[in-house]
């Protein structure tokens, strides 16, 4: 049995930059609205024709792969997560493998939004402890600006979302004192229509049945969310899910030294915050400046907290999601 480490961390983020004030001149809302019940100040968005999910995550790939020291050629398998990937069909973890001239290794997708990353970790961490891969890329990478409802409609939604792409490389770790210790993952699929995007599918709407009725009305295909449920439920769980990573490593919340929360909400954050009365210095959270990139939050917050310094070597790292499905998810890791 062996430990995976991350070896690699790298992010990228669109250089366009789409500020409250600017979505203000489209939508019937404003800076003092937003930042008050999100947090968000600014978000980054695609500019058609420069970036997908799949280039953004070959972007970070590059950037973690570099930093890891893993030749390319001795990456053994990808997990790519993700709610929007560039076609519906196939999915982009083989576009990655393509992209970035990997050998013919395996690629899964992870569809589990929010807590994507944390559920990638959990698959890659497995597949090494068991000694069946060495090296694993991992990447989480959201598109959201091209599929939300730039109106005023839409604005409970689309104002909290931004594009961006976070990778790992994760690799074999034989001290097993150190690198993840643990993943643990729930569902609730009895609540999965108050955070969703019912179509095109092929159980509710499908392409087909947009194009017939051509209805300018039809908010099917744009995502839905019972915010105020959404976060009620979101608190109960990340607190949850975090005790359950402590307990399970014979850990006590003084004992982390950094999490790394999804970047759903700030209210969300500073909740938890200070339930477990944590420090500003433990938590790194930048939906200020990101907006929610669902799978791709976690690594791009885990990567500018390493860059910063505020990650060590020996430090305890805990990261924690929330989101559509309902799913949930933490990972403890022992730097």
């Not at 999804?262 to 420090?279: D, G, M, P, V, Y």
């Not at 791709?296 to 430090?315: F, M, R, V, Y």
Request: net charge negative; aromatic share 8%; proline share 3%.
């Amino acid at each position: 049995m062996y430990h995976s480490k991350i070896a690699g961390l790298g992010y990228y983020v669109p250089s366009n930059v789409v500020t409250n004030d600017d979505l203000s001149k489209i939508i019937d809302t404003n800076d003092e609205w937003i930042q008050e019940r999100t947090g968000i100040q600014e978000r980054r968005h695609i500019i058609r024709g420069e970036d997908t999910t799949t280039s953004m995550g070959v972007k970070a790939a590059k950037i973690a792969i570099e930093r890891s020291g893993v030749a390319k050629e001795d990456i053994d398998f990808v997990v790519f997560a993700t709610l929007s990937p560039d076609y519906y069909f196939p999915g982009p973890g083989v576009l990655v493998q393509r992209d970035l001239g990997l050998r013919t290794v395996g690629a899964l997708d992870v569809r589990n939004q929010c807590s994507g990353f944390v559920y990638a970790i959990s698959v890659a961490d497995q597949y090494i402890k068991t000694g069946m891969y060495k090296n694993i890329l991992v990447i989480g990478s959201e598109v959201h600006s091209t599929g939300l409802d730039m109106t005023t409609r839409g604005r409970g939604v689309s104002v909290i979302f931004g594009d961006g792409a976070g990778a790992a490389v994760l690799s074999r770790e034989e001290d097993l004192t150190k690198g993840i210790l643990s993943t643990h993952l729930h569902s609730e699929g009895q609540y999965a229509e108050e955070l969703a995007l019912q179509a095109p599918g092929m159980g509710a709407r499908w392409v087909t049945d947009i194009i017939a009725d051509n209805d300018p009305n039809d908010e099917s295909y744009y995502p839905y969310m019972n915010g105020q449920f959404v976060f009620k439920n979101a608190v109960v769980r990340f607190a949850e899910v975090i005790n359950e990573g402590l307990e399970a490593n014979g850990l006590q919340v003084s004992d982390i030294d950094m999490l790394i929360p999804h970047q759903a909400n700030l209210r969300i954050s500073q909740f938890i915050q200070n339930k477990f009365k944590l420090s500003d210095d433990q938590v790194h959270n930048n939906i200020q400046k990101y907006g929610n990139t669902t799978a791709a939050s976690i690594p791009i917050a885990l990567t500018e907290a390493w860059e910063q310094g505020k990650i060590k070597a020996g430090d305890t790292v805990v990261l924690a999601a929330f989101g559509s499905g309902f799913t949930w998810a933490s990972a403890i890791i022992k730097w």
